[in-house]
């Protein structure tokens, strides 16, 4: 109880209120009279049927393996505990995306001090890209809180390894998974962290292998009822959902390639494979079940490898579009409310701190990146993080909400940037008055008993200055008492 009471302090408070606030608002807003399209109704569908059908289908009982499970089984549950209002899911959102800042605020805390911390927090609080998916029924906002939690988690996982860190990492990896397919690529960067982390003897190998050991058997707990029900729909091995093909179909292609269609408009992003290809997408029905969706994956896939294999010229191209689309200021996100409502002043303002934000924290997430080397036990996953990211986007395609969940650690990198700002100003500031200090001092000093000025009178004869050792000696009797007598400025 006494450490709960020690954590809950007044900036976290104060960042958690500020931040929702600013996220009520925006609700309130830019998306006010918002309704779900596009992948926001894919899941309010699934939802529904959760709700009214007890099935977990995109259409009525036919049960899909087409989205990971545990944003539609939130939705559903508001739904069945509040009311069927989107609303009531996105204030919901707006706690979860406070929620992230004050982690963030935490994190920054921990590592470079509270300070730091409180600027962490309220950048974070105010960054359009952390509260703009607050707005819309899509997964990002969970996937975000889930992925800075168990970064934070192994931060202090590394420093004081413990069963409970280690039971609470496993949790945090089967939510992840349950989130978004991808989720199950972090059980094996964590594996490579341990591994690196145990290489270097930042801890023993037995506490490595514990943490693997307890942190996969957990997640795959978590993971593994949900596989169970897919074989038994497919009778396909299916660990959490199917989505590659329909992804990489929509990516290469001959409009996503082409730099004059549609104006660049879909240049290295993504178009719906039943509009870019329309001869593949049209032999599959378009209520498809289970079955039927993994082998349209199966098929989109193969189309999209054969497009790669024949269009090979094309693929630097597009890599170098992937990996410049992921970093827009602006996202063209569809379904995103400033995109939805362009014309309201609200919108016009994010847009406008999303243009005059979004590089400065770019700048400074650079910068910390590079000093903040030193430190690169604490910041390796987070690298690790990053660095799947982007390859990710890279692989697949670029857009800002790919970008999503390394939005905290820009902000943290950011905020380590200004912290080493400061400590450098500092040290240069007390350098800059220990010189002036230097250059004010007068020549002349004295002694207490034997008044000498160094710079008119010989030294008396019967002291000598040793230089190996730094001490004054002594012929005389005396010379002890005269070692011990102060020196102070001739007047």
Known sequence: MKRLESLITVPLIGIFCFALIIRVTYNFTVASGYYPLHDSLTYQN?????????????????????????WPFI??????????QDIFVRLLLCAIGSATCVLLYLFAKDLFGERVGIVAGVMSAIYPFLYVYDGLLYSESVYIFLLLAFCYTLYHLQRTPGISLMATSGVLVGLLSLTRPNGLAILAIFVAWVGVLGWR????????????????????IFIAPWTLRNYKITHTLIPVAVGDGKVLLGAYNYETADPIYQHGYYSGIWIIPSESTPWVASKFPRDCSGPCEVKRDNAYKAAAFQWIEEHIAYIPFMIEQHFMNTWQVVPQEADLAINRFPDRGSSQFVILMM????????????????????????????????????????????????????????????????????????KRLKARQIKNRAIHTPNSIQCVHNPVSVSNKKPDPTYSLSRSSGSISSSSSSSSSLYSSRYTKSE
């Not at 009214?52 to 545990?70: F, G, I, K, M, N």
């Not at 939705?75 to 009311?83: E, F, L, S, T």
């Not at 799947?388 to 670029?398: A, C, E, F, H, K």
Request: aromatic fraction near 12%; charged fraction near 15%; glycine fraction near 4%.
């Open 201 to 220: 003897k930042v801890f023993s190998w037995r506490i490595a292998l514990k943490s693997v050991l307890v942190v996969s058997l957990l997640s795959l």
């Open 75 to 84: 939705i559903a549950m508001v739904d069945r505990i509040i009311g069927p």
């Open 46 to 70: 699934i939802a529904n049927s959760l709700v009214q059908e007890h099935c977990y289908c995109l259409y009525s009982h036919l049960p899909t393996v087409d989205r990971a499970p545990l």
């Open 355 to 426: 243009e005059t934000m979004t590089p400065i924290v770019f700048v400074l997430a650079l910068i910390g990146l590079v000093v903040t080397y030193r430190r690169w036990r604490d910041m390796l996953f987070l690298y690790l993080i990053i660095t799947l990211t982007l390859t990710q986007s890279i692989v697949y395609y670029g857009i800002p909400r790919f970008r999503a969940p390394i939005e905290p650690l820009l902000i943290l990198f950011a905020a380590s940037a200004l912290w080493w700002l400061a400590t450098y100003n500092g």
